[in-house]
């Protein structure tokens, strides 16, 4: 019997791991330098925790959540996104006792039962970052530097930087007034998903990507002409900080997001390059979803990176090699085995990654498998080499080759990386 993964689920091969583990890194130093502080959270939690932050009416809540009892008949949810577990993790941990502001972030597995296509898996992965306890728009400002920043290290450029505003509980009532007005005549116009959506949460349809609806959506009030004035003036100060950081941003009234919990600002970095699915990062701000969860009231943003989309694009535009060299160290001769050892000890000190013969094998095959691993560099370790303290090397692609000691061939290594 042969077994796959499951549909949408896939492996990350040693090949590609190599950029995922950079990509996390890189996050992790940035983020560490801002004061972000690692939080590591269940991947399995209360279903109720993610029906009540995300929504009951949006898609993920609707359709796309593995959602099981467990074996005492409780309903268990795969995460499938992080920011609803934090602020569990926040208040259940009493998180808000600590000075503020508190800034976490996690780099991990989400789930959601999504059809799969290109850049849309059941598995992926989110670099994902939470800021609790600061209302001013600073925290989206630097949030949005974060991203560009981020992106900015793998030279990935042609980027768009969307941002938009939901409002809040005073001014949200009259824009949904208005929407309701709007809609109400044009129903049977609407494809069947926003025909549901427009009884179960109406701001979703400016969301549909059928050409149909568009047309008829042509001109839907838009929650950003209905901002009440603090609203307005968090939203102006935004895009002033923004330009202060240098950063080119566009508005786009439509963005509405699929969760249910923003409050304010929400943005998106999306891309060209990617097809339908070109969001490669996405959140906002959430000032009322601590209280809402029984915690003390506490102003909060953060955004989700989508790793998957990420390694696609650094796929298409990388312009330089992530690869240390390889060396193979290869040995003649029966007495050598300890310097063998001491010369890998010594590479791997300096951070070569290296290969070598297990078994018992003549030199001329150990260099045909060097040959075969497509190693960069060689190093002979004989009898007589040890003698010496000159050691062969081979430079595999150019057939540069010498007898050198092995701080020189180190060095001679380090500089032709
Ligand atoms: P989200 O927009 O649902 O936001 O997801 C963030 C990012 O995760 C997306 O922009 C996308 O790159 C990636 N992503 C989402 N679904 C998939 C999928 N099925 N396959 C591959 N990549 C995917 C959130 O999850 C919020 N928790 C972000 C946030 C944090 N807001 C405030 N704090």
Same mark, same amino acid.
């Given at each position: 019997?042969?077994?796959?993964?499951?549909?949408?689920?896939?492996?990350?091969?040693?090949?590609?791991?190599?950029?995922?583990?950079?990509?996390?890194?890189?996050?992790?130093?940035?983020?560490?330098?801002?004061?972000?502080?690692?939080?590591?959270?269940?991947?399995?939690?209360?279903?109720?925790?993610?029906? /009540?932050?995300?929504?009951?009416?949006?898609?993920?809540?609707?359709?796309?959540?593995?959602?099981?009892?467990?074996?005492?008949?409780?309903?268990?949810?795969?995460?499938?996104?992080?920011?609803?577990?934090?602020?569990?993790?926040?208040?259940?941990?009493?998180?808000?006792?600590?000075?503020?502001?508190?800034?976490?972030?996690?780099?991990?597995?989400?789930?959601?039962?999504?059809?799969?296509?290109?850049?849309?898996?059941?598995?992926?992965?989110?670099?994902?970052?939470?800021?609790?306890?600061?209302?001013?728009?600073?925290?989206?400002?630097?949030?949005?530097?974060?991203?560009?920043?981020?992106?900015?290290?793998?030279?990935?450029?042609?980027?768009?930087?969307?941002?938009?505003?939901?409002?809040?509980?005073?001014?949200?009532?009259?824009?949904?007034? !208005?929407?309701?007005?709007?809609?109400?005549?044009?129903?049977? !116009?609407?494809?069947?998903?926003?025909?549901?959506?427009?009884?179960?949460?109406?701001?979703?349809?400016?969301?549909?990507?059928?050409?149909?609806?568009?047309?008829?959506? /042509?001109?839907?009030?838009?929650?950003?002409?209905?901002?009440?004035?603090?609203?307005?003036?968090?939203? !102006?100060?935004?895009?002033?900080?923004?330009?202060?950081?240098?950063?080119?941003?566009?508005?786009?009234?439509? #963005?509405?997001?699929?969760?249910?919990?923003?409050?304010?600002?929400?943005?998106?970095?999306?891309?060209?390059?990617?097809?339908?699915?070109?969001?490669?990062?996405?959140?906002?701000?959430?000032?009322?979803?601590?209280?809402?969860?029984?915690?003390?009231?506490?102003?909060?943003?953060?955004?989700?990176?989508?790793?998957?989309?990420?390694?696609?694009?650094?796929? /298409?535009?990388?312009?330089?090699?992530?690869?240390?060299?390889?060396?193979?160290?290869?040995?003649?001769?029966?007495?050598?085995?300890?310097?063998?050892?001491?010369?890998?000890?010594?590479?791997?000190?300096?951070?070569?990654?290296?290969?070598?013969?297990?078994?018992?094998?003549?030199?001329?095959?150990?260099? /045909?498998?060097?040959?075969?691993?497509?190693?960069?560099?060689? #190093?002979?370790?004989?009898?007589?080499?040890?003698?010496?303290?000159?050691?062969?090397?081979?430079?595999?692609?150019?057939?540069?080759?010498?007898?050198?000691?092995?701080?020189?061939?180190?060095?001679?290594?380090?500089?032709?990386?």
């Amino acid at each position: 019997m042969i077994f796959n993964s499951l549909r949408g689920m896939r492996d990350i091969l040693p090949e590609e791991v190599h950029l995922w583990q950079h990509i996390e890194e890189s996050a992790k130093i940035l983020l560490e330098l801002y004061n972000f502080k690692e939080i590591r959270t269940p991947i399995l939690e209360q279903a109720e925790l993610f029906l /009540k932050s995300i929504g009951e009416d949006t898609d993920i809540v609707e359709k796309e959540m593995y959602i099981f009892d467990d074996k005492k008949g409780r309903k268990v949810a795969l995460r499938p996104e992080g920011t609803a577990s934090v602020v569990r993790a926040y208040i259940q941990n009493a998180l808000f006792n600590n000075p503020s502001p508190q800034k976490f972030y996690y780099i991990g597995p989400m789930f959601r039962y999504e059809r799969p296509q290109k850049g849309r898996f059941r598995q992926f992965h989110q670099i994902g970052v939470e800021f609790f306890g600061i209302s001013t728009p600073s925290v989206e400002a630097e949030l949005i530097w974060l991203l560009n920043q981020f992106f900015n290290k793998f030279e990935l450029k042609n980027l768009n930087y969307e941002i938009n505003s939901l409002g809040c509980k005073k001014c949200r009532p009259l824009y949904k007034e !208005s929407l309701l007005n709007f809609l109400n005549n044009k129903i049977t !116009s609407l494809c069947s998903d926003c025909q549901r959506r427009f009884i179960r949460n109406p701001v979703r349809v400016l969301d549909c990507k059928v050409s149909g609806c568009k047309e008829v959506l /042509k001109n839907i009030p838009l929650m950003i002409d209905y901002l009440c004035n603090d609203c307005k003036v968090h939203f !102006s100060v935004l895009q002033k900080e923004l330009d202060s950081f240098g950063i080119n941003y566009f508005i786009n009234p439509q #963005i509405v997001r699929g969760l249910d919990y923003y409050t304010r600002t929400v943005f998106e970095v999306t891309t060209t390059l990617l097809g339908a699915q070109n969001a490669v990062a996405a959140g906002g701000r959430y000032d009322e979803l601590v209280e809402f969860f029984g915690g003390p009231s506490t102003p909060a943003a953060g955004f989700a990176i989508g790793v998957e989309r990420v390694v696609e694009l650094i796929k /298409k535009s990388l312009s330089f090699s992530l690869k240390r060299p390889l060396v193979y160290v290869a040995y003649a001769g029966k007495e050598v085995d300890q310097e063998v050892k001491r010369v890998i000890k010594e590479l791997t000190k300096e951070g070569f990654i290296v290969e070598r013969a297990y078994e018992d094998t003549s030199l001329k095959n150990q260099l /045909k498998k060097a040959d075969k691993l497509t190693v960069e560099w060689v #190093i002979i370790v004989g009898e007589e080499e040890i003698k010496n303290s000159l050691y062969k090397w081979k430079k595999m692609k150019e057939g540069t080759q010498g007898e050198a000691s092995l701080e020189e061939i180190i060095k001679i290594m380090k500089e032709n990386r």
